[in-house]
C-alpha cells in the first residue's frame, strides 16, 4: 500500500510559481533596460549639434538657418565690445590665431563671460543660432583650455624678444 499522503496531487501548482517568477524578472529586466536607455539617450542631446569652424559656418549657407549649432574659433583682438555696464557683448571669432585676417563670424552674447574667454590661447566654442541680422547669437560659450601653456617667463621673453 502506497501512501501519498492528503494532499492531493496537482502538476499545475508546482509550476505556477516558477512561471510567476519568471514572467516578474523578464518584466522587470525590460522596465530596467528601457529606463536605462532612456536616461543614456536624454543625457546626450548636445552632442547631436553640429560643431563647425568659422570657415566651414561661413561656406555651409544652409546650417545658417536659424538651427541650434556650436562654431568653434579664437577672439578677434580688439572686436570685443559692451554696451554700457551691461552684459551685451559682441565680438568676432576667426579660425586664425585672432590676430592675423580671415574669415571671421560676429557674435553677440547675454551674461556673463567665462574666465578664459580673453585668453588669446584658448579656443571658444558658441553654442547658439544665427539670427536674420547676420549676427550668431550664442545662448552658451564654452572655453577649450589651451593645448599648450606658457609660464609667465616664456611670455615676457617673447614680448622682449
Given at each position: 500500500m502506497i501512501d501519498r499522503g492528503l494532499e492531493p496531487f496537482d502538476p499545475l501548482d508546482d509550476e505556477a510559481p516558477a512561471r510567476s517568477n519568471r514572467t516578474r524578472f523578464l518584466v522587470l529586466s525590460a522596465v530596467i533596460i528601457l529606463a536605462l536607455g532612456y536616461m543614456i539617450y536624454a543625457a546626450f542631446p548636445g552632442n547631436a549639434l553640429y560643431f563647425l569652424t568659422v570657415s566651414e559656418f561661413?561656406?555651409?549657407?544652409?546650417?545658417?538657418?536659424?538651427?541650434?549649432?556650436?562654431?568653434?574659433?579664437?577672439?578677434?583682438?580688439?572686436?570685443?565690445?559692451?554696451?554700457?555696464?551691461?552684459?551685451?557683448?559682441?565680438?568676432?571669432?576667426?579660425?586664425?590665431?585672432?590676430?592675423?585676417?580671415?574669415?571671421?563670424?560676429q557674435a553677440s552674447y547675454?551674461?556673463?563671460?567665462?574666465?578664459?574667454?580673453?585668453?588669446?590661447?584658448?579656443?571658444?566654442?558658441?553654442?547658439g543660432s544665427y539670427g536674420a541680422n547676420q549676427v550668431f547669437h550664442a545662448d552658451n560659450i564654452l572655453v577649450k583650455c589651451p593645448s599648450k601653456y606658457r609660464d609667465l617667463e616664456d611670455e615676457l621673453d617673447s614680448a622682449s624678444g
Open positions: 561661413n561656406s555651409k549657407t544652409e546650417v545658417q538657418d536659424g538651427r541650434l549649432l556650436r562654431v568653434s574659433g579664437k577672439l578677434v583682438e580688439g572686436t570685443f565690445g559692451r554696451e554700457g555696464n551691461s552684459i551685451q557683448s559682441s565680438f568676432r571669432i576667426t579660425d586664425n590665431d585672432g590676430n592675423s585676417p580671415g574669415a571671421t563670424l547675454t551674461g556673463v563671460l567665462p574666465d578664459l574667454f580673453f585668453n588669446p590661447h584658448s579656443e571658444l566654442i558658441l553654442e
